[in-house]
Nanobody
Framework: VQLQASGGGLVQAGGSLGLSCVAS?????????MAWYRQAPGKQRELVARITDNGITLYGDSVKGRCTISRITANNTVYLQMNSLKPEDTAVYLC??????????????WGQGTLVTVSS
């Protein structure tokens, strides 16, 4: 499967940015959890937000109240809306998807990442 993320870029502190990621493959039966993680230079990868296939969400403590994750299950797309951005939100944002294939296999996939830079 290919996870194609888009929407990163440069934004001023206090601004907003939206990310999207689509999982594409003809062999997909379903996509279960979808999530966004981020990794800043010299720091560990951390969960930003996760959403289940039935819409239950979970947010990392550092973004609670400032981010909203959503998805369109029918086309295996996940979105992340980020508001009130801070310089410390600067990181590469990575899309993650738990995929069930038509043959019954389950795989956890990572996208290539999209850079978000928040200037002060």
């Amino acid at each position: 499967v290919q996870l194609q993320a888009s929407g990163g870029g440069l934004v001023q502190a206090g601004g907003s940015l939206g990310l999207s990621c689509v999982a594409s493959s003809r062999r997909i039966f379903s996509v279960n959890n979808m999530a966004w993680y981020r990794q800043a230079p010299g720091k560990q990868r951390e969960l930003v937000a996760r959403i289940t296939d039935n819409g239950i969400t979970l947010y990392g403590d550092s973004v609670k109240g400032r981010c909203t994750i959503s998805r369109i299950t029918a086309n295996n797309t996940v979105y992340l809306q980020m508001n009130s951005l801070k310089p410390e939100d600067t990181a590469v944002y990575l899309c993650n998807a738990e995929v069930k294939y038509n043959n019954g296999d389950h795989w956890n996939h990572w996208g290539q990442g999209t850079l978000v830079t928040v200037s002060s």
